[in-house]
């Protein structure tokens, strides 16, 4: 079998003699892209397209190459494909590079369209149809990817993939009883995969089949028992099912596995806070609000529980710092809200520092009548 070396060998050999042949220049790109010598394959490449303009493969190549160097270079590769399409337009492979360039710029309807235009001619390629549908789904075209789904397990019934995504989308359409059925299908199929049991677990819950979801959950566990959003979720379950008490254990359990899971300690601020563990619930805030800075709704919350264990001026300050959030965020009512609750935290807030400064002049005062005194004390018993 012929080396990659010996292949670039014999290619510089030929442009050697052949410095003018933009083939061979383009297949000198491809050699040294497989090697990952990327520098090198895209000045091959580009003095393939200076010798050849239209020479549709080298702009891929070009653009293959720019995607291999990373995403800040799928914009440049993006460009490459277009000039490869404008030259090629019935090419489904540029087309697909097309996409794959869209994707990683984060553009999703354009990426849908060049999906569209392949499974106008591709009607037998399940993977293209999932793509698809995972697009119209990442848009909230829950209608549309469903029949994307269907396209494609009517070609292969046990792409597990398709399933579990058929099932989210029909949950969203509040389809329960046919998204259980998409999410159980894709269990069978793929039964160690830990997102199944997941999507499963989650479907479950929506549809309040509280004891499925945890049975599902506990699959998960077993695949993966260091899965902090796994514990996070059957402690949803639990809090769904009313038993909250069940629920904080689970969230523990989460955070035993991720400290830093900031579902599970908001799920805990919250689930301790309607039992009134006032301030367990403030140890989880306050950690919370040391990792997510910029949501109004923790520091909204974090300040109604110091409120609740009167700590006044921590709640005036925290509910403070919501208001700035809201009001970044353009939420007036909720600025508004929290200003007046605010206002009321500052002036008991005041009252309480009032409190505290009278209780120490009258320890101040109580202390030197007692100093005195025991002075006075100790002079009688000098002079007996």
């Known amino acids: ?6 292949t670039l060998n014999a290619l510089e050999d030929h442009l050697a003699a052949n410095p003018d042949d933009a083939s061979a220049w383009n297949a000198k790109g491809v050699v040294l892209a497989g090697m990952e010598m990327f520098g090198d394959a895209l000045r091959s ?17 070009r653009g293959r190459v720019l995607l291999a160097l990373g995403p800040e270079k799928a914009k440049k ?4 494909f277009e000039r490869a399409l404008s030259l090629s337009p019935d090419d489904l492979r540029i087309l697909h590079d097309k996409a794959q360039a869209l994707h990683i710029l984060g553009r999703s309807q354009d990426e849908l369209e060049c999906y569209k235009r392949i499974t106008e001619s591709l009607t037998d390629e399940p993977a293209v149809w999932v793509r698809k549908g995972d697009i119209e789904l990442e848009l909230g075209r829950f209608k549309a990817a469903v029949a994307s789904y269907s396209h494609a397990l009517s070609l292969d019934s046990n792409l597990a993939s398709a399933l579990v995504h058929q099932a989210i989308a029909l949950s969203l359409q509040s389809k329960w009883k046919e998204a259980i059925k998409s999410a159980e299908q894709a269990s ?3 039964p160690d995969d830990v997102e199944v049991w997941r999507v499963l677990a989650d479907v479950s819950l929506r549809a309040e089949r509280h004891r499925s979801a945890m049975k599902a959950l506990k699959k998960a566990y077993e695949i993966d028992p260091a899965d902090a959003s796994i514990a996070n979720t059957m402690g949803m379950v639990e809090y769904r099912a009313g038993r909250l008490k069940d629920a904080v254990k689970h969230f ?3 955070l035993v596995r991720d400290k830093k899971h900031t579902s599970a300690l908001r799920n805990l601020g919250f689930t301790l806070m ?4 006032w301030a367990e619930a403030r140890t989880a805030w306050d950690r919370l609000t040391s990792i997510v800075k910029n949501d109004p709704d923790l520091f909204d919350a974090q300040a109604t529980n110091y409120a609740r264990l009167e700590e006044f001026c921590s709640a005036s300050a925290t509910w403070e710092r919501a208001r700035k959030l809201y009001k970044k965020k353009g939420d007036e009512k909720e600025a508004e809200r929290v200003t007046r609750l605010g206002r009321a935290a500052r002036i008991n807030c005041s009252r309480q520092k009032k409190a505290a400064k ?18 006075r004390k100790k002079k009688t018993k000098g002079n007996h």
């Open 1 to 6: 079998m012929v080396s990659p070396r010996d």
């Open 45 to 61: 490449l580009n003095q393939a397209i200076q010798l050849d303009p239209e020479m549709s493969e080298a702009h891929v190549n």
């Open 77 to 80: 590769a993006l460009k490459a």
């Open 188 to 190: 069978k199929i793929a």
């Open 252 to 254: 523990r359990s989460a």
């Open 274 to 277: 309607e039992l009134e563990e």
């Open 358 to 375: 009278a209780e120490r002049a009258r320890e101040k005062a109580t202390r030197s009548f007692s100093d005195r005194f025991e002075l």
